[in-house]
Each structure stands twice: as structure tokens, then as C-alpha cells.
């Protein structure tokens, strides 16, 4: 199954940390946004979509990129995020715009993943080194390989 990471991680690279783990497991190729043309998601099965959050949702440009895309007719995605304070179920969720995108797009969504990452935007904590320093950290590494194992697993490669 040929699979695509693409990512956008402007903030510390905290993204990109993610998406490189979920690449190696997956076997994937991976690229940064800034360098896709939209027709290059035709050569794969399986595309990965992740960025920082920011301002509650994954990057604009981002988004911005999937609602210029064609129909894509089923081709399966998958979501991944990093985030200061990270996903809290029924207080926030950050993926569904991104989501919402992808499922006008005609994608069908297999797995979402996300996890902290560190923030030093709120002027208020910027004295104090951020919130979730060294985030993402060896754990939430070894998680993004649990999630790409298992999308791996659930499906043929
Ligand atoms: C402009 C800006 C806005 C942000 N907004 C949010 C937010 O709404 N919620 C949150 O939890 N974190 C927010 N953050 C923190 C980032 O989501 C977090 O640091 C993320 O890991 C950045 O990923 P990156 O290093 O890959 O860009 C924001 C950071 C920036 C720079």
C-alpha cells in the first residue's frame, strides 16, 4: 500500500517529530506541505494528514490545500495532530475541521491520532518555558508507532 505523509509543522517542529515516527512504521513517503502539487495524491492508497493546532485547527494551509482538491472517491486518510494542551474528549476537538474537509473530499477516515506538543505562544507562559515542554516525548513517540502499527495491521501493506 503506498502511503504519503504530509505535514505542516511551523511552531518547533513538534509535528514533524509525529509524522516521522508514523513514516518509519508505515514505510511511508512523507513531505511537507509547501512542497506537494495536488495531483502527486494520486500516485498513493493512503494519505496522512497532520499539523500543529493552531488557534483550534490543524493549519490553514492545510485545510486551505484539501478544499482544493478533486473528489477523491474513497481514498482512505488518516489525521494526526500535535497540540499545547492537547485533544480533551467532548471539551475540544481539534480535528474536526480537518476532518469535515477530508469527508467532503470524498476520503474515508481510518485512524486520528494526537498529542501534546510543546507551546510557547501564550505570552503568559513564555517566562516560564511553555506548557507541555519536551512534548512530544519518548512515550508519545513510541504511541505514534502504535497507531501506524496498527493501521498497518488492519490493513494490507
Ligand atoms: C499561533 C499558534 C496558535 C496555537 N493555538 C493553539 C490552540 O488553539 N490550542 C492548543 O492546544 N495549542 C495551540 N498552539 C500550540 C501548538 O498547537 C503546539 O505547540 C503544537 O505542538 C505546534 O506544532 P508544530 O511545532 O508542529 O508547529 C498554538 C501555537 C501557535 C504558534
Redesign the pocket.
Known sequence: MKTLII???????????IARAITKVLNADITNLSKVKANILNQYDLIGFG???????H?GELLNFIDSLNNQKGKMAFVF??????IIPII?D?NKFLRKGLLQKGFKIIGEFDC???????LIVKPFG?I?KG??NKKDIESAKRFATHLKNTLIF
Do not use: A, L
Not at 499539523?51 to 485547527?57: H, L, N, R
Open positions: 505535514y505542516v509543522s511551523i511552531h518547533h517542529g513538534n509535528t514533524e517529530k499539523s500543529g493546532i493552531y488557534y483550534g485547527k493549519s495532530s500535535t497540540s499545547g494542551i492537547g475540544n481539534f501534546r506538543g510543546w507551546d510557547t505562544y501564550p511553555g507541555s512534548r512530544p
